[in-house]
């Protein structure tokens, strides 16, 4: 299947209000990492524009773009200048001074070569926003355990899974640094009363508890 036809079919049936609540966690945690405060930000994959949409109401001018045709509509719809792009096949221009990438390269075929993709569009004293998720948190080892595992019901199959050594390995080979990491809690932000215990357990063991990791990096100096 087409990729954007892939992932047009992906948002048409994703559920909508937990993506988003996700989404919206995910700002937020970046948004507190992020040292820069202002200029020129890129959203990469960014989904129906609400990512976008929180980055521009916090004074960033704001862009983004996806794969998906129908994804791109409704970002559009929200004000935000977005656009159709591929970034395993084509090469992103100008310049940013924060580049935002939430939950992408798991999709990707090349991660290296998209993050460098992203580094060339970078100013020399840019940040990069990157999140993954952390596919082996405490409840898929459990459906292991039990052999109730199945990549099969993911919502998009992940092409690429990723470890803390691994994920250090790539960033290094993009000639970047991780700056600061956090994770994000495996508890649902919706599921307020044990919000707080979630956040408890991943400053415990983000291993176990957290559900993805969001990185800060900058070009090694």
């Given amino acids: 299947m087409d990729k954007k036809v892939y992932f047009d079919k992906y948002w048409e049936e994703m559920n909508t209000e937990v993506a988003d609540l996700r989404t919206l966690e995910r700002v937020g945690l970046s948004s507190k ?70 939950e992408v390269l798991q999709f990707i075929v090349d991660p290296l070569k998209v993050l460098k993709n992203l580094k060339s569009a970078l100013k020399e004293d840019g940040e990069i926003i990157l999140s993954l998720p952390n596919e082996f948190h405490i409840w898929q080892r459990v459906k292991i355990l039990f052999g109730r595992f199945d990549f099969a019901k993911y919502d998009i199959p992940h092409l690429r899974l990723f470890h803390p050594q691994e994920i250090s390995r790539l960033v290094e080979k993009a000639e970047l640094e991780i700056v600061e990491k956090c994770p994000v809690s495996i508890v649902p932000p919706r599921s307020t009363p044990l919000c707080y215990l979630g956040k408890f357990l991943t400053k415990i063991s983000g291993s176990l508890f957290a559900i993805s990791f969001i990185f800060k990096l900058r070009r090694i100096r």
């Fill in 33 to 102: 990492l992020l040292t820069k405060k202002r200029g020129r930000l890129l959203d990469v994959g960014c989904g129906r524009g609400i990512g976008s949409e929180m980055f521009s109401k916090m004074g960033f001018q704001v862009a983004g773009f996806d794969i998906s045709p129908e994804a791109v509509a409704i970002t559009k719809k929200r004000g935000i200048d977005a656009w159709l792009f591929d970034l395993e096949s084509d090469t992103l221009k100008g310049e940013y001074d924060v580049i935002i990438c939430l």
